[in-house]
């Protein structure tokens, strides 16, 4: 009977030491986001528009406010990049 007794005052005292080692655990302070800042910024004119996606080949695509789409594949640091390619919306069809 004593053994017994003894067996269970053992399994309850492991059982609280888990539960309040599971407790401290979980109330630690959780891990700050890391921030990292560009080591490069480029800025684009608000007048090219809406961003409309990219591409590897076709890099970066801007649309304004007439329908006109621009470009951009090489984009320099500290810059306004130059546009490789831009399509102009006409009313003429060819």
């Given amino acids: 009977m004593k053994q017994q007794l003894k067996t269970i005052a053992i399994a309850v005292v492991i059982a609280i030491v888990a539960l309040l080692s599971l407790k401290v655990h979980a109330a630690s302070s959780k891990p700050q986001p890391q921030i990292f800042a560009p080591g490069c910024i480029a800025s684009v004119p608000k007048a090219w528009g809406t961003f ?23 984009i320099p640091c500290q810059g306004v990049p130059n ?3 831009e399509i102009h919306r006409t009313d003429k069809p060819n």
């Fill in 52 to 74: 409309r996606g990219a591409s590897t080949q076709s890099g970066l695509a801007f649309e304004d406010a007439n329908g006109t789409i621009r470009f951009l594949t090489n």
């Fill in 83 to 85: 546009v490789s390619l």
